[in-house]
Nanobody
Framework: QVQLVESGGGSVQAGGSLRLSCAAS????????MAWFRQAPGKEREGVAR????????YYAAPVRGRFTVSRDNAKNRLYLQMNSLKPEDTAIYYC?????????????????WGQGTQVTVSS
């Protein structure tokens, strides 16, 4: 199974952009449905975006729709999250997650592989 490591987090002012990356090690990365989640202090983990194994379908949670773009490069075993027009309420630890073969909705309980997370802080 794959192991996941996020990078690209940091601090940015409202209106700015960041690009998160998730590197997957292991084999058969292309068979894994991938997703991004986030968890703000004192809040439950919530789904952000999901992408099918072959990038044929993407889904975004309402708060980020139109601002965030999820993509993947199966040749490089990479998952990305381009975040534009960032808002202070986007501040959270961002996690990538994976599930082999089956693409579930953005409920954290359905995803069985997780990275360690990367911090994103947006100041007003």
């Amino acid at each position: 199974q794959v192991q996941l490591v996020e990078s690209g987090g940091g601090s940015v002012q409202a209106g700015g952009s960041l690009r998160l990356s998730c590197a997957a090690s292991g084999y058969m990365y292309s068979s894994y449905c991938m997703a991004w989640f986030r968890q703000a202090p004192g809040k439950e983990r919530e789904g952000v975006a999901r992408i099918y194994t072959d990038s044929s379908n993407t889904y975004y949670a309402a708060p980020v729709r139109g601002r965030f773009t999820v993509s993947r490069d199966n040749a490089k075993n990479r998952l990305y999250l381009q975040m534009n027009s960032l808002k202070p309420e986007d501040t959270a630890i961002y996690y990538c997650a994976a599930h082999q073969y089956i693409c579930y909705g953005l409920s954290p309980a359905n995803w069985n592989l997780w990275g360690q997370g990367t911090q994103v802080t947006v100041s007003s």
